[in-house]
C-alpha cells in the first residue's frame, strides 16, 4: 500500500536506477488518486479544473524529467484532458491542457525514436 509519503521518495528511487522507472506502489497510488479526482475534470468551478490540469501538468512534467516515455499512466492523464477540453474553459485552462497533452506525445515520441536507435545500435 502507497500512501503520500511514498511520493517523495519517487525521484530518488527513480533517479537511482537506470533506465527511470515508476515503482508500482507509486504508480498505483498516482492511478487511484487521478481516478478519484477525474471528476474535477468536467466541474463546472473554473478553479477545480484549472488545478486539476495543474496537477496532470506535473505529473507529466515528472515523468518528462525522468525520461519516462512508456507508462500506464499516459492514457488516464489524456483521458482527464480529453474530458476538461470538452467542456467550455477560459484560456489558461485550454492552454495547459494542450501543453500537457503535447509532452504526453512528445515524450511518447521520444521513447519510440530512443527505442527505434537502440535496436540499430545493437544490430
Known amino acids: 500500500m502507497c500512501?503520500?509519503?511514498?511520493?517523495?521518495?519517487l525521484c530518488?528511487?527513480?533517479?537511482?536506477?537506470?533506465?527511470?522507472?515508476v515503482p508500482r506502489p507509486v504508480l498505483d497510488f498516482l492511478q487511484?488518486?487521478?481516478q478519484s479526482l477525474s471528476s474535477a475534470a468536467s466541474s463546472e468551478v473554473e478553479n477545480v479544473a484549472l488545478a486539476y490540469i495543474m496537477l496532470l501538468h506535473n505529473v507529466v512534467c515528472w515523468y518528462g524529467r525522468l525520461s519516462i516515455g512508456q507508462s500506464d499512466l499516459y492514457p488516464l492523464l489524456a483521458t482527464g484532458i480529453v474530458q476538461l477540453l470538452a467542456h467550455?474553459?477560459?484560456?489558461?485552462?485550454?492552454?495547459?491542457?494542450?501543453?500537457?497533452?503535447?509532452?504526453?506525445?512528445?515524450?511518447?515520441?521520444?521513447a519510440d525514436r530512443g527505442a527505434a536507435s537502440s535496436r540499430r545500435a545493437s544490430c
Open 88 to 110: 467550455k474553459r477560459n484560456s489558461k485552462i485550454q492552454f495547459y491542457a494542450l501543453l500537457t497533452l503535447g509532452s504526453i506525445v512528445r515524450q511518447a515520441a521520444w
Open 32 to 34: 487511484r488518486a487521478l
Open 3 to 9: 500512501d503520500g509519503r511514498d511520493l517523495c521518495y
Open 12 to 21: 530518488v528511487f527513480c533517479l537511482r536506477e537506470q533506465p527511470a522507472s
